[in-house]
């Protein structure tokens, strides 16, 4: 059992480039959700989705898109890469839509130059 | 709306000795409340849940925490720290109707002295 599953672990990017944050859960979760974590400011909720084809904006969405094509994946995607989003990178999951235990994947640490 | 303050950044404690850290919490309904643990390079791990009952409730590790609503406290204790219990503490606030939109607060790093 896998649990949640994030590629890549690192990543630099210069700014004004884009990619795709992955993230994969093999517990058939309804929920899934992306975080940044930011020094001294815990963690902060960017996108959540509350099933396949349905996702909302967080505390920080802008710069960043998400779309859930499947209950599996949520993948995070950044257009155009700015300093700023230099952070940790988590992407959570949970069974059901109410508020449960949340399993967290292994984070990527991103790098905006 | 809801928020969740951790006042100790920073904690160190020797190992064997008791451990409390604090966590203060403002939300407009019954909170679920959450303590989470993080270990270096680590993703966050739930140590324990209080949803509703009793307002002491036991965690993983050894870990409890107890709900007090007359002070808006969800602290977590440990009698005895192991050094292995060296790592990053959040705890959250949440909203049943809410999936996942839990605030958490900005974590207190734990140290643990031989």
């Known amino acids: 059992n896998a649990g949640v599953t994030q590629t890549p672990k690192f990543q630099v990017l210069k700014t004004g480039q884009s990619m795709t944050l992955q993230c994969a859960q093999d517990m058939n979760h309804e929920y899934m959700s992306w975080y940044r974590q930011d020094p001294g400011m815990g963690l902060r909720l960017i996108h959540y989705?509350?099933?396949?084809?349905?996702?909302d904006q967080g505390e920080v969405p802008n710069g960043y898109n998400v779309s859930r094509s499947t209950t599996e994946d949520f993948p995070l995607r950044l257009l155009s890469a700015a300093p700023s989003q230099t952070s940790v990178y988590f992407c959570?999951?949970?069974?059901?839509?109410?508020?449960?235990?949340?399993?967290f994947g292994s984070g990527t640490q991103l790098s905006v130059l | 709306a809801q928020s969740v303050t951790q006042p100790d950044i920073h904690i160190t404690v020797s190992e064997g000795a008791s451990l409390e850290l604090r966590c203060n919490y403002s939300?407009?309904?019954?909170?679920?409340l959450f303590w989470y643990v993080q270990s270096p390079g680590q993703g966050l791990q739930l140590l324990l849940k209080?949803?509703?009952?009793?307002?002491l409730v036991q965690g993983i590790k050894g870990f409890e925490a107890e709900f007090k609503r007359s002070q808006s406290s969800f602290n977590l204790r440990k009698p005895s720290v192991h050094w292995s219990d060296a790592a990053e503490y959040f705890c959250a606030v949440g909203a049943r109707t809410n999936a996942g939109k839990s605030t958490f607060g900005d974590g207190t790093t734990l140290t643990v002295k031989p």
């Open positions: 989705s509350v099933g396949a084809g349905i996702t």
């Open positions: 939300y407009g309904a019954t909170p679920y």
């Open positions: 959570a999951s949970s069974y059901s839509t109410t508020n449960e235990k949340l399993f």
């Open positions: 209080y949803f509703s009952g009793d307002t």
